[in-house]
């Protein structure tokens, strides 16, 4: 067997990669119906990688073919791994543009303790909001429909 020629699989591995595909596809369909929770697009990757894995190396012959040829297609996955990677991780914060305030965390920690100082110093004359909290009131105790 020379390395300058095509390759030519048997019938039988042909037939062998694909039943597996099809196995690979149905196993797909199935996961699909079942609730994986946080695994499902991780399960969902590792079928679609296993499939991928076997037409890589049997229907494009990359098994058979030159190493450099098998190095040369790894490294390029791991480099589309990478951007795929690197942009995961700037999509996954963009939703907390949001949250950012100038001010820094000791200024909102004073804000905060000035602002828990001025309820301490309120009485309960000041918190009254409701009919309810005056009793000194007529109708205040019957809800609000009484006299004036």
């Given at each position: 067997m020379s390395d300058d020629g095509h390759h030519v699989l048997p019938k039988a591995t042909l037939f062998k990669v694909f039943g597996g595909l099809i196995v690979l596809t149905i196993l797909t369909v199935a996961v699909a119906y079942v609730p994986l929770g946080p695994l499902t697009v991780p399960v969902a990757i590792g079928i679609a990688t296993a499939k991928a894995t076997l037409v890589v190396l049997f229907f494009m012959a990359l098994y058979?073919?030159?190493?450099?040829?098998a190095l040369t297609f790894t490294i390029?996955?791991?480099?589309?791994?990478?951007?795929?990677?690197?942009?995961?991780?700037?999509t996954a914060f963009r939703g907390d543009l949001g949250n950012v305030t100038p001010q820094t965390v000791q200024e909102i920690e004073r804000e905060q303790k000035e602002a828990q100082e001025q309820m301490d110093q309120l009485s309960p004359e000041d918190l009254r909001v409701a009919p309810a909290d005056y009793p000194d009131r007529q109708g205040a105790g019957d809800g609000g429909?009484?006299?004036n």
């Open positions: 058979y073919d030159n190493p450099v040829n390029g996955i791991i480099m589309v791994l990478v951007f795929i990677t690197f942009t995961m991780f700037d429909s009484g006299g």
